[in-house]
């Protein structure tokens, strides 16, 4: 298990890639984690050279957005409740899509 946080680096951007899930974070320390349903992860070491700022950018390019996803839980109880959010917050029907175009995450997870 990675921690986003400590005495020599802290999480300095979250997104989302809204269409598969894919949430990451982005560590002062140039480590990348991804969160899964047992915490977050590493996935990658920016490459020296490259600034953090760049990467944000070029992954805000690639359809990243500003978030984090839904804990395992929170997907359960919207399921049981009807409702459902989307990655960039609307909220819509457990099988919805909102008005950006963005699916429920209980779409996007495939729990329908």
Same mark, same amino acid.
């Given at each position: ?8 680096? !802290?999480?300095? !951007? ?20 991804? !969160? +899964?349903?047992?915490?977050?992860? %590493? @996935?990658? %070491? ?7 700022? +760049?990467?944000?950018?070029?992954? @805000? ?15 359960? !109880? ?6 459902? %959010? +989307? ?9 919805? +899509?909102?008005?950006?175009? @963005? ?5 996007? @997870?495939?729990?329908?």
């Amino acid at each position: 298990m990675a921690k986003l946080n400590g005495r020599n680096f !802290k999480v300095v !951007k979250r997104l989302v890639n809204p269409h598969s899930g894919l949430s990451i974070a982005i560590r002062s320390d140039g480590i990348i984690l991804r !969160k +899964t349903f047992n915490g977050w992860k %590493r @996935y990658l %070491r920016i490459k020296k050279g490259a600034s953090i700022e +760049t990467v944000i950018q070029k992954l @805000y390019s690639k359809g990243f957005i500003d978030g984090v996803a839904p804990e395992f839980s929170t997907l359960i !109880k919207w399921q049981n409740e009807g409702i459902a %959010r +989307t990655p960039d917050g609307c909220r819509v029907e457990p099988d919805g +899509t909102c008005q950006h175009g @963005y699916k429920s995450w209980l779409l996007i @997870y495939g729990l329908l």
